[in-house]
């Protein structure tokens, strides 16, 4: 699976710490769209940026930060076909991939430390869509893009 990973200037070292933690995976592959220094940068391009990866195909998932999280998950959520869940716990990261199907994962770098950030990350990778009643729900997410 390929992963690509984004922040703005808010979440630098968050960013770090999670491609540590994906590198661990050997079945994942990571691609890293910046932004790479402190140089002030504005979070919906990050996401543009990100999710493009993700509707083009050219990966299957995606973890994006910013300063709080809450910016860039919002402008994750506006681009058709994108399931972006922000997350602040590991319950919420579970039932993200079990009932959302999350596909982008979305955390801030100014209001979570990197140890409860790592069990984030990992419950998310791991844990896997349920499908049933939640596709159904899912296709209506869907159709509420077309409106
Ligand atoms: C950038 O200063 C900050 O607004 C951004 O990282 C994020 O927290 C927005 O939601």
């Known amino acids: 699976m390929k992963i690509v990973v984004g922040c703005d200037h ?5 960013k770090e710490h999670v491609k540590k933690i994906l590198a661990e995976y050997k079945d994942i592959e990571v691609e890293d769209i910046g932004t790479y220094t402190p140089d002030s940068v504005d979070y919906p391009d990050i996401a543009e940026k990100l999710c493009a990866q993700i509707t083009s195909g050219k990966a299957e998932r995606g973890i994006a930060m910013c300063g709080t999280g809450i910016g860039i ?12 869940a922000l997350c602040y716990d590991v319950y919420s990261a579970k039932k ?3 009932h959302n199907n999350a596909n982008v994962l979305n955390m801030g770098g100014r209001n979570m430390g ?9 419950a998310w990778l791991e844990e896997p869509f349920e499908g049933g009643r939640h596709q159904r729900r899912i296709d209506k997410i869907a159709a509420l893009e077309g409106k």
């Open 96 to 98: 993200s991939r079990q």
């Open 10 to 14: 808010g979440a630098l070292e968050l």
């Open 114 to 122: 990197l140890g409860p950030a790592e069990e984030i990350v990992r």
């Open 73 to 84: 998950s919002i402008a994750c959520n506006k681009i058709k076909g994108i399931r972006a």
